[in-house]
């Protein structure tokens, strides 16, 4: 019994000090010489995915709103979307650091570049990419087992979504990101995906741009059946109130308004499956 302890004891050692290696969003090769031990989460989504995966304790800095689960409100923060503290991060002694790829401003990732630090760079444009997030995470934290399951329970919830709503009559959606200016999504934003799932037509799929700036009568020429925001209630629920001016407006007419849940679908993390489920509710309400 000893030997096998103490073989079990020499393969984690050696596990622990082996060297990892996984391909980022951009198809980087990303190679640690040892699964990391001190993380800097770039974006909520990513620290949420890290305590997902069980690596939460291993990181030692985050962006400003990385506050789900309650516990990563007690990591130190490093900036947020205006800005990073360049000397902060330096400080901490990250041997890791995971980024937005579109969500933090290029010129600040460059400078993050320039510390010749690893970067592991997300990017989820699918819904069935973000599980694969939590896969390769695991394996740069040695959180594989953990991250497995992660995923596993993810890929099951969006299955079980998917045969939900498959074959349903399709409803045309406008996103509402933002109020002023008035912005949306086009057909490479993950919500996208999300509509496609539960049967709904993205009005604005086929513009350029990522997040794409409108106004009121590019709205009201698509006609959507549904007008769908996220965020906090009341606030949101100022933002929909405008297009009730139109009452020939579909979503108006039949009262399809709807504001779901905070950071939900706003995240590619592990709750973005719950998103979906709720934003699947809402385009079913108008069918």
């Known amino acids: 019994m000893k030997t096998i302890a103490l073989a079990a004891s020499l393969l984690l050692a050696f596990n622990a000090a082996a060297s990892v290696s996984v391909k980022d969003d951009r198809g980087q090769e990303i190679t640690l010489a040892k699964p990391a031990q001190r993380i800097i989460s770039l974006a909520p989504h990513a620290t949420e995915d890290l305590f997902a995966i069980g690596a939460g304790k291993l990181i030692v800095g985050a962006v400003n709103y990385s506050d789900y ?18 000397e902060r991060i330096r400080a901490l002694k990250p041997d890791l650091i995971v980024a937005w790829q579109s969500g933090n401003p290029a010129k600040q ?59 349903k009559k399709p409803v045309r959606v406008f996103y509402q990101v933002w109020d002023r200016p008035l912005m949306t999504i086009n057909h490479e934003q993950i919500i996208s995906d999300a509509m496609r799932l539960c049967g709904g037509v993205n009005v604005f799929a086929n513009l350029p741009a990522l997040v794409p700036t409108i106004d009121d009568e590019a709205v009201l020429a698509a006609n959507p059946e549904s007008i769908i925001t996220s965020g906090e209630p009341g606030v949101k629920d100022n933002w929909l109130s405008r ?16 504001v779901l ?22 385009i079913d309400k108008a069918r």
């Not at 407006?249 to 009262?255: D, G, M, W």
């Not at 679908?265 to 998103?275: C, D, K, N, T």
């Open 261 to 282: 849940p905070k950071d939900l679908l706003s995240r590619m993390g592990p709750r973005l499956v719950e998103g979906t489920a709720k934003l699947c509710e809402a």
């Open 109 to 167: 990732l460059a400078q993050i570049e320039t510390l010749g630090l690893p970067v592991f760079y997300t990017f989820s444009k699918k819904l069935g990419d973000v599980p694969t997030v939590l896969e390769r995470l695991g394996v740069l934290t040695a959180k594989e087992p953990e991250a497995q399951l992660a995923a596993k329970k993810y890929r099951d919830s969006l299955a079980s979504l998917e045969k939900k709503y498959a074959g």
């Open 69 to 86: 689960p309650p516990e990563a409100n007690k990591i130190e923060r490093i900036g947020g979307y205006n800005g990073f503290d360049l």
């Open 243 to 258: 297009w009730k001016r139109w009452p020939n407006l579909q979503a108006s007419k039949n009262k399809q308004f709807h």
